[in-house]
């Protein structure tokens, strides 16, 4: 994929536009196989869930919510894909 950050809000919210593809070393941003995902976004929503009651332990939680744009062809490959990407992005934050 060839991306940009369309919006940020730190620590609250991310969107990354889709704009092309990466093939073969190249930046792809035209014809057939891009316009299957141009101008697709994935949105990230982060909401703190008792920063204030859990600050004293470091306990605090977050909770991501995660707004994706995609076609038919891709809804299985994203159902099983994205949950392993965001069990990561868990034990990465974590």
């Avoid at 159902?79 to 069990?87: G, M, R």
């Amino acid at each position: 994929m060839v991306s940009r950050i369309a919006d940020i809000i730190p620590n609250q919210f991310v969107s990354i536009q889709h704009y092309g593809l990466f093939k073969a070393g190249e930046e792809i941003t035209e014809g057939p196989e891009v316009e299957k995902w141009a101008n697709g976004f994935e949105n990230y929503s982060f909401e703190e869930n008792n920063a204030r009651l859990d600050e004293a332990v470091g306990q605090g939680t977050t909770t991501l919510t995660v707004d994706l744009d995609t076609t038919e062809d891709f809804v299985d490959y994203m159902n099983k894909t994205y949950p392993k990407a965001l069990e990561k992005l868990k034990e990465i934050c974590e």
